[in-house]
């Protein structure tokens, strides 16, 4: 039985969020791709953020993967269209299915977003919120990043900013909203608390889970003769018509390869924080910026 | 009488602060190049970073500049003689002006330095230092840049987030340090709040003055014959002989271009904050990152 060869791409560690998701429910070779020597994309604006998400693109595509996944919500908000034109692989980003499962749970069908500059400035979530149904209440939160990854997910300082940013969201419709979308990786690792700022009966979503059962459901229903041409194994007539998710045994393990365009020991020690996870070997990869 | 041309380097704006001291000093053309794409550089490994500043100084090179400032701590203490060496113009970090100006003022002989992570890993200030006969208690603090990005610079998270750092810091020999050190080129705009966190007899200075001495210096000192062959006006006995100091006159303008690799109007928006002017044109570049 052969497994599926699913990329993973973030700007940073962040999408690794997606990746445990992914990997907690589908067996599967697995490529994470993180663009740290040009992080963060959320400052940046669509043109630089499409340019970048296309070189990692092409790099995982290299790499014979069926299927790759946009865990980057900056990424995939300004540059899904391009990265789905610029590839022959299918793509899923975490827009979509993160706007899917605010939707599945939102009585009010209003939900405030939370996340990056460049995501807010893009109004995807809007957007897609508003295909759902929902309206969207979005506010940046530009200091979430570097809060995270100085290692104050629960520190009185990251509360604090944590208020001042979620007033300013409510302030637009009070009481109009009962979802708040975590639309950055970075951000479900504040889960806990943002639980303790938010008013009780709202729910928080993230994109993770959902974008795993995006996955799941792509390489179930898809046939395999578009995902099987990039198989380095020989392909079979058999296997050429057995779908993916046919193929994927329980019992068959899992295996991470990990690729970083920075430093690959910084990778590893935060990588660590938000897999739950030890990571041992990461490569460096130079795509010459 | 022909104005030198002086290219200035940062990985985003803060280098503007720089820039502006040495404006105020001397009549030149002055060529400031923003690496707002691949921005920040604090957080990345040496390799990388030097990869980033030989990119941009040998950009400026190809603009026919006569001198380069390296106006970024954080490539300055990474790959000063990396640049150097990828260089053929006189090239000025911010280092050593720094160390030397708070050798100037300290009694203790000792200074706390604060500066981005990449930049205290590097213990190129404390190296500096220690050259001038100073002891030095380094800190990075990672949150200090955003916040600045964020236009939170006087703000009380900001407070806040400053005395848990400095007193970190200072925890490290109470009461032996009389000069903090901004090791940082977007520090400066929190001047006035670390004045209310740092004791009263604690002298606070930055690199930008100092700097903008040693570059007049360099103009004044050096002989123009290796200085004048960038010149794009023909070279006349006279000219090539007369110092490039020689040739500065107040009541020349000064002009200046910048340059940016990413967004132009964000670079706008962020750089009249810091250089304390409009800025009306930027032009974009694509170093190929």
Redesign the interface.
Known sequence: MTLARIGVFDSGVGGLTVLKAIAEQLPAHYLYFGD???LPYG???A??VAR?AIGAARFLEAQNIDLLVVACNTATALALPLIKEATHVPVVGVVEPGAAMAAEVSKKRAAIVIATEATISSHAYRDALQQHGLKAYEKAC??F???V??GWTDH??TE??AR?YLDEAMAQEPDQADVLVLACTHYPLLTPLLRRVVPEPMQIVDSAESTAGVVRKMLGEKSDCDLERREVAPVTERSRRTPIAAKLSPAEHRTFRFYA???VE?FKRLAARFLGRQVDHVEHVD???
């Open positions: 740290t020597a040009r400052t940046k604006s043109e630089t970048y530009p200091l990043v570097p809060l990854e100085e009185p300082v604090q900013v001042i365009t920075d430093s910084k795509l010459g910026g």
